[in-house]
């Protein structure tokens, strides 16, 4: 079965600190995806990303960036410079294909950045 | 504002009653997914709708159903309420263009259900 852990469950920082949280996933397939999402204390869900398991370059959008690692089965997010609004949930999740089949959240990691 | 709209924001309801969630999509997205979030089983994935056509299906119980009708709305609908079903319920939409990058997704507000 798919599984996705995020072993840290919260995580204080001070604002201009870098951040990375960490995401392990297990799965038998060899094509797989790759999701990280946003919950801000508004609650609403926002997509930041998605990657297939044959892409392994690392993604930088802005302060973002997403480090794959096929050899130690991660996919860890890195904020940099982080800002007071990065403060969130931050859910890792996985998919065997493009479509949903066997998708799996982890149970998130809850970033407070203090100004 | 994402352009996902979902009614009714809130939902009060009893045990054994059922309940329809409505999931409106951007403009032009094809796709309409949903899930669910409670304390208890945090973000689950629930079903996948493609242009009226079911494409994946997650831990989606046997009391909910969900569908995609031709103006591409979706509605899940919840019956035999249990209180294990109070959660919030989240659509969101995607182009998704097979094989392009179209599939970013876009979420709705959320439907706060509570089964009292």
């Known amino acids: 079965a798919q599984k996705v852990t995020q072993a840290q469950t919260e995580i204080s920082v001070v604002e201009k600190e870098d951040v990375t949280l960490d995401c392990v996933y297990e799965?038998?397939?060899?094509?797989?995806?790759l999701f990280w999402y946003k919950q801000p204390p508004s609650g609403e869900l926002v997509f930041l990303i998605r990657?297939?398991?044959?892409?392994?370059q690392n993604e930088i959008s802005g302060r973002y960036s997403w480090n794959f690692q096929k050899s130690t089965s991660s996919f860890n997010f890195t904020i940099t410079a982080s800002q007071v609004v990065d403060s969130a949930v931050y859910f890792c999740?996985?998919?065997?294909?493009?479509?949903?089949?066997?998708?799996?959240f982890g149970p998130g990691t809850r970033l407070s950045v203090l100004p | 504002d994402s352009g996902v709209t979902q009614t009714p924001k809130h939902l009060i309801t009893a045990t054994g009653q059922r309940v329809t969630l409505r999931c409106s999509p951007r403009?032009?997205?094809?796709?309409v997914y949903w899930y669910q979030q409670s304390l208890d089983q945090g973000l689950q994935f629930l079903i996948h709708?493609?242009?009226?056509?079911?494409?994946a299906k997650g831990n989606i119980l046997e009391r909910f159903s969900a569908q995609q009708f031709p103006d591409l709305h979706s509605e899940l609908n919840l019956s035999s309420l249990e209180l294990g079903d109070s959660a919030l319920y989240f659509c969101?939409?995607?182009?998704?263009?097979?094989?392009?990058?179209?599939?970013?997704?876009?979420f709705g507000p959320g439907t706060r259900l509570t089964v009292l």
């Open positions: 969101a939409s995607s182009v998704d263009l097979a094989g392009g990058p179209g599939d970013e997704q876009f």
């Open positions: 999740a996985l998919s065997e294909d493009n479509y949903g089949q066997n998708f799996v």
């Open positions: 799965t038998r397939d060899t094509t797989y995806y």
């Open positions: 990657r297939n398991s044959f892409d392994e």
């Open positions: 709708y493609y242009n009226g056509e079911e494409r």
């Open positions: 403009s032009g997205d094809l796709s």
